[in-house]
């Protein structure tokens, strides 16, 4: 029993951690501070799903160059060579 209370509480500790993680990558998004690529890697997840993440807290979208440029580059590696 004590086991799986032990890890019931780390895990509510992990997932803490990455809503604080997201929560940051949030704020850091809405003040322009990242870029909306560079928040999605800085919690790990994919751009779509981050992007879900902020309508969820209505936060406004902003796809700039750098943004645009991110996506090429995703693009490039998925191209065969």
Do not use: C, H
């Not at 004590?2 to 998004?29: H, N, P, R, W």
């Not at 997840?45 to 936060?59: G, H, S, W």
């Not at 645009?68 to 998925?78: S, T, Y």
């Amino acid at each position: 029993m004590k086991g799986g209370f032990a890890a019931a509480i780390l895990t509510e500790i992990g997932a803490s951690i990455e809503l604080t993680k997201l929560d940051a990558a949030v704020e850091l998004y809405r003040e322009r501070k990242l870029s909306m690529g560079r928040a999605a890697k800085m919690v790990g997840l994919p751009r779509p799903v981050f992007q879900r993440e902020l309508a969820k807290r209505e936060v406004t979208v902003d796809y700039d160059v750098e943004d645009f440029e991110d996506d090429l580059r995703a693009i490039e590696k998925l191209l065969p060579r």
